[in-house]
């Protein structure tokens, strides 16, 4: 559970509001090294909606009247080093960095990647007022794994961290949460291919929580954890 002030960036917005995930879609493209056996993904997160206990938090004119969003990179490489990486094999993240945005109005441009040209997602700020940078968190351990349904599911356990501004938007608990929880899927309609290029469009969610962040020497057994256990699971008994 977390306290947001919305206020720093909406004029609409009159009072803080609590809420245990923020939800979003996701534009990434990832290019494929088959040489060096590894992926380089790059793109955003544009957020829609908060909820608490699953239910949406109404009254936060996010969407109306500010805007919040993510930029991230990461590089993936297989579980298995004798796979050669490709579309619907398991990943390993090997290193995952983001951004956490916020601006007040609605001017901000999301220009996502597309089968016609796959460049690189990009997030247009230069019309926007008020762009602040809320907070950022590095990779401790995550996974994409190809789902029954031909997607993959993207999952991630980070360190987090606000900027002196990110403190006067997510106002409780203080100090902040210190890791986040990044789960994201995708359909196989949502996946397209271009030779070494990957576009993916996915759903899905970011959350906090206050734990001991691991040391190198066990991040290898949190690897391993994610790949043993469901994800969901796997963050309950952190919490």
């Known amino acids: 559970m977390f306290e947001v002030d919305p206020t720093v960036f909406s004029a609409g917005a009159t009072s803080t509001f609590t809420a245990d995930q923020m939800g979003g879609s996701a534009s990434t493209l990832v290019t494929l090294d088959t040489t060096a056996n590894t992926g380089v993904g790059t793109g955003w997160i544009a957020f829609n909606g908060f909820t608490d206990s699953a239910v949406p938090v109404n009254g936060t004119f996010l969407g109306s009247d500010w805007q919040l969003w993510a930029e991230f990179d990461y590089t993936v490489a297989p579980q298995n080093p004798a796979d050669t990486i490709a579309p619907g094999i398991d990943l390993f993240l090997t290193s995952l ?44 351990a995550g996974v994409i794994e190809p789902t029954s349904q031909g997607g993959n599911a993207f999952n991630a356990f980070s360190t987090y961290s606000n900027t002196a501004f990110g403190d006067t938007f997510f106002v409780d608990p203080v100090p902040f949460y210190n890791v986040a929880f990044n789960d994201f899927n995708n359909t196989s309609q949502q996946i397209e291919t271009d030779g070494d290029l990957v576009r993916i469009v996915s759903t899905g969610a970011v959350d906090f929580n206050v734990n001991a962040v691991p040391t190198p020497a066990t991040m290898g057994l949190i690897g391993l954890g994610l790949i043993g256990l469901g994800f969901t699971t796997w963050r309950r008994r952190l919490s």
């Open 97 to 140: 960095t983001f951004d956490i945005y916020g601006a007040s109005g609605v001017d901000v441009e999301f220009n996502p990647t597309a089968i016609t040209d796959f460049v690189d997602p990009t997030v247009d700020t230069s019309a926007a007022t008020g762009v602040q940078l809320i907070g950022t968190g590095n990779l401790v």
